[in-house]
């Protein structure tokens, strides 16, 4: 089955094409971080008015990269949520045109159950051997740990599309951590890839406080950001000097900062993996793409964890593509009064099915 997957819930405007829901033909992305990167953050309607000018020439870019034309495609796969509504309608939109037009299937998408998806994926012109898919190597139940710039997520994964949380961030995401903890190091947007880059350089880190929320399997960020903007203040980090902050002090608390949160979150999802008796983890969203916290949870975990290459962490019209075949497959369609779902979360069907089907 050759699905189109089109993803442009936040600030990226992806498109790709997958075949049986593991093997990428196609993985087209247009970034706007360049476009936020001055606000320290995603500025809505300036995403939603880039997603309309990227949209047209990225699903074009996916078809023919994969060198297929509209009608050889089974179906076309869309993030209707969770995600900013002005740019989710975007995407939204595109797909039910082209579904209309061509007649083809429509299928909505959980964004949140399309992270958990790249780990199934595989690049067919990388040349290496058809890796065994997660559920056929180990089985289920899987643990699926989500960390993105908006939600941070631990779920079972009890069989193909069927999802049940059983952990959850009560305040900020990792990644939205990661992005304020640099803003308050001068450090730009998005916060992840530079704070791991700088973490790098070494040097001594000093120990922030970790949330542990003893008796559940839930995160909380806010109080490590707080931890963080204190140590800027005393470090002479923020608010930043005219000749800039001491670089080792900033590498110093952006490691110590990373150690936080990868220690946490790669403890905590160990723990769960045991006492759920799973039979392997699978991680996705921007931040899976850590190195710190791919290291931690290796290290910690008693089964064998599934970590998509760092380009499938973040959002990708591919992973979207390979959620939509498990829909599918068990017969789910969407109509042409799909909607988008803002709030959508990962145990939540992504619209409802109807007799209006495309
Ligand atoms: O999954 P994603 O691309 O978009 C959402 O659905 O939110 O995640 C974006 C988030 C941002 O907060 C970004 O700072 C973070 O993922 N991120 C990282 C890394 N790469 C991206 N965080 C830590 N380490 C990274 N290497
Ligand atoms: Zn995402």
């Known amino acids: 089955m050759i699905v189109l997957g089109i993803e442009s819930s936040c600030d990226d405007t992806a498109a790709a094409v997958v075949v049986d829901g593991r093997e990428i033909r196609s993985n087209v992305a247009s970034s706007q971080a360049e476009l936020h990167a001055r606000y320290g953050g ?32 089974d179906a076309i796969a869309v993030t209707s949520g969770p995600g900013l509504a002005g740019s989710l309608i975007v995407g939204l939109n595109m797909a039910k045109g082209l579904a209309i037009a061509s007649g083809k299937t429509l299928i909505g998408v959980n964004h949140l159950q399309g992270h958990a998806y790249a780990g199934w994926l595989y690049d067919s012109s990388s040349g290496d051997p058809t890796p065994g898919a997660p559920e056929e190597l180990h089985g289920f139940p899987l643990l699926c740990l989500v960390v993105s710039g908006g939600h941070t997520d631990l779920a079972l994964l009890k069989a193909h599309g069927e999802f049940e949380r059983v952990g959850r961030t009560r305040d900020d995401a990792a990644g939205e951590a990661f992005d304020k903890a640099a803003r308050l190091m001068g450090l730009g947007y998005p916060g992840g890839p530079v704070i791991q880059k700088i973490a790098e350089r070494g040097g001594p880190s000093d120990p922030l406080p970790r949330a542990w929320i003893p008796g559940t399997w839930d995160f909380s960020f806010s109080g490590l950001k707080t931890a963080v903007l204190h140590r800027a203040r005393a470090e002479g980090i923020y608010p930043a000097p ?44 921007g931040v899976a793409a ?61 619209s409802t099915p109807t007799a209006a089907s495309i």
Do not use: W
């Open 242 to 285: 005219e000749e800039g902050p001491d670089s080792e002090a900033v590498a110093a608390l952006a490691r110590s900062f990373q150690e936080a949160v990868a220690d946490v979150i790669a403890t905590k999802t160990a723990r769960a993996a045991e006492e759920f008796g799973v039979q392997g983890i699978v991680i996705g969203g």
């Open 290 to 350: 850590n190195s710190a916290l791919r290291e931690a949870l290796s290290d910690r975990a008693s089964v064998p964890v599934m970590s998509p290459p760092p380009a499938l962490c973040t959002d990708n019209g591919a992973m979207i593509a390979a959620a939509a075949f498990h829909y599918l497959e068990r017969g789910d369609r969407s109509g042409v009064d799909l909607d988008v779902t803002p709030g959508l979360t990962i145990e939540e069907a992504p």
């Open 42 to 73: 995603i500025v809505p309607e300036l995403a939603s008015r880039s997603h309309i000018q990227q949209i047209v020439p990225v699903v074009r870019a996916a078809l023919s990269a994969a060198d297929l034309a509209l009608p050889e495609i």
